[in-house]
């Protein structure tokens, strides 16, 4: 049995995600909402079940239609690919997980894709949970690079899996007076708000990383049980802020943000490390960070590889094409129309 499930029937959808022993926020119907929102597709829950097996995926459905590249080009609601919602996902299997009871999960959902005009999907796999594993019957699966996850078995071990770089930034930063505080309400989400805008500005960030009030309205709402803002305060002014997301004992970095003037103090630093602490005061197990850029050993990743230089999550993608047929049409119209290939980019029709 393969079940599909929209935002219409929110309760149904959260009742058997929050059956799965593993479920992480980003398979709930709260988080997915607001991407919704933001126009990254319609979010879909499949579930799927046999004798033996459980499983669970959480998707995007996108129009290609809407895709720039094919305006005119084909017909509105005819063709969609599909993508895990920002973050990471992938399917949760539970019960029997070999290759032939994975098989047939493959035949169901591959059925279902082709009868819903579904060309591909493009799958970022959960770096925490590891549920790229034994996913081959399913996906072509690549390794890209690894994320970062702080433990938060103990304060000792959070804070000895720190750089003794970083860690002396966060002595001085808090010997010198820097506070973190942690709320949430809608006077401190704007805040937030506006400090990401300016650091996204800063950044030089892509016109997908900025959101609209809608968005976090959204989140404010939605998330009210499952999020928290972390912010830093020094003088009585609030320097950088993180919002986290939580669940199921583990907690996420979402989004940060920096006052310009204030980079040289570290806050974000000091803000991961206290809301470490607060996770392991709390019963998490784990704060994941994420990684780099496209999973790459960037500078970002670095940066984020001194909180916990033990960690060694990583982090895969799954590719499938479903229809054949139809990623070769709209390649060529790609080529027709000018456009050039990107072999490292999936689904290459949208490169």
Same mark, same amino acid.
């Given at each position: 049995?393969?079940?599909v499930?929209?935002?219409?029937d929110?309760?149904?959808?959260a009742?058997i995600v929050?059956?799965?022993?593993?479920?992480d926020?980003?398979?709930l119907?709260q988080?997915?909402k607001?991407f919704r929102?933001?126009?990254?597709?319609? /979010?879909?829950?499949i579930?799927?079940?046999s004798?033996d097996?459980r499983?669970?995926?959480v998707?995007?459905?996108?129009d290609?239609?809407?895709?720039?590249?094919?305006?005119?080009?084909?017909? /509105?609601?005819?063709?969609?690919?599909?993508?895990t919602?920002?973050?990471?996902?992938?399917?949760? !299997?539970?019960?029997?997980?070999?290759?032939d009871?994975?098989?047939?999960?493959?035949a169901?959902?591959?059925?279902?894709?082709?009868e819903?005009?579904?060309?591909s999907?493009?799958?970022?796999?959960?770096?925490?949970?590891?549920?790229?594993?034994?996913?081959?019957p399913?996906?072509?699966?690549?390794?890209?690079?690894?994320? !970062?996850?702080?433990?938060?078995a103990? /304060?000792e071990?959070?804070?000895?899996?720190?750089?003794?770089?970083?860690?002396n930034?966060?002595?001085?930063?808090?010997?010198e007076?820097?506070?973190?505080?942690?709320?949430w309400?809608?006077?401190?989400l704007e805040?937030?708000?506006?400090?990401?805008?300016?650091?996204?500005?800063?950044n030089?960030?892509q016109?997908?990383y900025?959101?609209?009030?809608?968005?976090?309205?959204?989140?404010?709402?939605?998330?009210?049980?499952?999020?928290l803002?972390?912010?830093?305060?020094?003088?009585?002014?609030?320097?950088?802020?993180?919002?986290?997301?939580?669940?199921n004992g583990?907690?996420?970095?979402?989004f940060?943000?920096?006052?310009?003037?204030?980079?040289?103090?570290?806050?974000?630093?000091v803000?991961?490390?206290k809301?470490?602490?607060?996770?392991?005061?709390?019963?998490?197990?784990t704060?994941h960070?994420?990684g780099? !850029?496209?999973?790459?050993?960037?500078?970002?990743?670095k940066?984020?590889?001194?909180?916990?230089?033990?960690?060694?999550? !990583?982090?895969?993608v799954?590719r499938?094409?479903f229809?054949?047929?139809a990623?070769?049409?709209?390649?060529?119209?790609?080529?027709?129309?000018?456009?050039?290939?990107?072999?490292?980019?999936? /689904?290459?029709?949208?490169?």
């Amino acid at each position: 049995m393969l079940r599909v499930t929209g935002l219409e029937d929110q309760d149904r959808w959260a009742d058997i995600v929050k059956g799965f022993s593993r479920h992480d926020i980003y398979y709930l119907p709260q988080y997915v909402k607001a991407f919704r929102i933001h126009g990254d597709g319609e /979010p879909l829950l499949i579930y799927y079940e046999s004798a033996d097996t459980r499983a669970i995926n959480v998707v995007m459905k996108r129009d290609i239609s809407s895709c720039a590249h094919f305006k005119d080009a084909i017909a /509105p609601g005819t063709l969609f690919d599909l993508s895990t919602p920002y973050g990471y996902g992938g399917f949760l !299997v539970e019960g029997d997980a070999g290759g032939d009871a994975l098989g047939k999960l493959d035949a169901q959902y591959g059925a279902w894709c082709r009868e819903n005009g579904i060309v591909s999907e493009f799958v970022r796999f959960h770096p925490v949970l590891g549920n790229y594993l034994g996913m081959e019957p399913v996906y072509e699966v690549v390794l890209l690079g690894n994320t !970062v996850a702080m433990d938060l078995a103990s /304060p000792e071990s959070i804070y000895y899996n720190i750089n003794k770089n970083k860690r002396n930034r966060i002595n001085k930063a808090l010997r010198e007076g820097m506070e973190v505080c942690w709320g949430w309400d809608p006077s401190l989400l704007e805040i937030f708000r506006e400090m990401y805008v300016e650091t996204m500005d800063r950044n030089e960030a892509q016109e997908y990383y900025y959101f609209e009030k809608s968005f976090f309205d959204s989140i404010l709402v939605d998330l009210k049980d499952s999020a928290l803002i972390f912010y830093a305060r020094k003088d009585g002014r609030v320097i950088g802020t993180e919002l986290v997301l939580m669940c199921n004992g583990q907690m996420h970095a979402l989004f940060g943000a920096t006052k310009s003037e204030s980079l040289q103090l570290s806050p974000s630093t000091v803000i991961s490390y206290k809301a470490a602490l607060w996770g392991c005061e709390n019963g998490f197990k784990t704060y994941h960070l994420g990684g780099g !850029v496209g999973g790459r050993k960037d500078s970002l990743y670095k940066y984020k590889l001194g909180l916990n230089v033990r960690s060694e999550n !990583v982090f895969a993608v799954g590719r499938k094409v479903f229809d054949e047929e139809a990623c070769g049409r709209l390649l060529e119209i790609r080529l027709r129309n000018g456009g050039t290939l990107d072999p490292g980019f999936f /689904p290459q029709y949208r490169a």
